[in-house]
């Protein structure tokens, strides 16, 4: 999404910058948070502005509810690693005003876009499920300042986070010479799991999952701001496109054996109330495993993730990069179009798990044309 924004448009800096799997992956996942959404909206956990069907331990309920945390453990970490990836490159072709800048632009102009019209817009239509007027409310957001960064909370994330880079990058001075080194060492990356989690649970401790500061979930940035600092890290020594086979394989497997870990506990919770205290966060068994089990599922997903695609998609057909062109407004855009989807069958009887696939691949397929549209406008295509 916004994360790689940047790599896309670095075409102007040369073609060879341009990495095949790495945007078709970026496009694939962003399709994938759409599906999450739909999953929210039809009985699993998370906020979002129209939700049908509460969380309940239904069959659906518990399917939709193991798809979106298994999501939350990887994907926007993703994101966040990518982004790190592609931001000294970014420096380095237009200095320091200019990366500065392009990320004003590409992040910045975006996530007020959303804030002062997709958030009321979106929201105006999901109170329509109520029966509230669209035009009432939307006026009465704009006329009270009800404004959100909705899924743009990333955009306003990564300009942080830019800047905090931008500022180590001058205090250092020089720019790090090329590192040729090795890809990190199965220890070095053990290591970084469980500081990853540590800091996961110190955090949690003051700022449980589900707690906003400032629009942010703190809760989860011990895993952000690690995967964007490893991308800044290997930024130079094109670590991404060079992960090691054995590596790969050890961390897939792991992710794979971890991945029921933390719902068969929760079931066990359920059944003999063995692990007490809530997994968002605090002093308790939960809250620990929930933490160190996250990072743990998420290298060895993004480790497999980054392969696959860099062999299965090293040059794009026609679909997929028109795809991975649209994939950041299609980010922008999806809450809207979602729930107009969504909101659009409400009434028809259906299956949970058949109206999340629906709604879900509709809203796809309307996001990538609107974003299609869109796009032959020259000022949007600048932009993003």
């Not at 945390?69 to 970490?77: L, R, S």
């Not at 649209?326 to 999806?334: G, Q, S, W």
């Amino acid at each position: 999404v916004a994360v790689v924004r940047p790599a896309l448009r670095s075409a102007k800096a040369g073609a060879k910058e341009r990495n095949g799997g790495i945007d078709a992956l970026r496009a694939a996942v962003t399709l994938l948070l759409v599906f999450h959404h739909s999953a929210i909206t039809y009985g699993a956990i998370g906020g979002w502005y129209y939700k049908e069907i509460a969380p309940s331990i239904s069959l659906s309920g518990v399917l939709l509810i193991l798809f979106c945390t298994v999501n939350q453990a990887w994907f926007m970490g993703l994101f966040f690693l990518l982004s790190g990836y592609f931001t000294p490159p970014a420096f380095d072709r237009h200095g320091a005003a200019g990366f500065v800048r392009e990320r004003v632009i590409r992040l910045g102009i975006p996530l007020l876009v959303y804030f002062l019209l997709l958030y009321p817009l979106t929201e105006a239509l999901a109170q329509t499920a109520k029966g509230r007027s669209f035009i009432s409310v939307f006026v009465y957001q704009w006329m009270h300042a009800r404004f959100e960064p909705g899924p743009l909370w990333f955009a306003e994330a990564l300009l942080i986070f830019a800047a905090v880079w931008l500022v180590w990058r001058l205090l250092r001075k020089s720019a790090p010479a090329a590192d040729r080194t090795l890809f990190p060492s199965n220890a070095a990356l053990l290591g970084a799991v469980l500081l990853t989690g540590l800091a996961a649970f110190l955090l949690r401790l003051v700022w449980p999952v589900g707690v906003n500061v400032g629009f942010l979930q703190l809760g989860y940035f011990a895993s952000y701001i690690a995967l964007f600092a490893a991308g800044c890290a290997a930024a130079s020594g094109k670590w991404l496109e060079r992960i090691p086979a054995p590596s790969k394989r050890l961390w897939l497997k792991v992710a794979w054996i971890a991945c029921p870990i933390l719902p068969l506990a929760g079931l066990v919770d359920l059944r003999f109330h063995v692990f007490p205290g809530p997994s968002e966060g605090g002093l308790n068994p939960q809250a620990v495993l929930y933490a160190f089990w996250e990072p743990f599922v998420a290298l060895g997903f993004i480790l497999g993730l980054l392969a696959f695609f860099q062999r299965r998609f090293a040059v794009l057909n026609r679909f997929w990069a028109s795809l991975a062109r649209r994939a950041f407004l299609i980010y922008i855009i999806h809450p809207p179009v979602l729930v107009g989807v969504a909101i659009a069958w409400r009434d028809v009887a259906a299956p949970a798990l058949l109206k999340f696939l629906l709604t879900g691949s509709v809203a796809c397929a309307l996001c990538y044309l609107v974003a299609g549209v869109l796009l032959r406008v020259p000022a949007i295509a600048r932009i993003v």
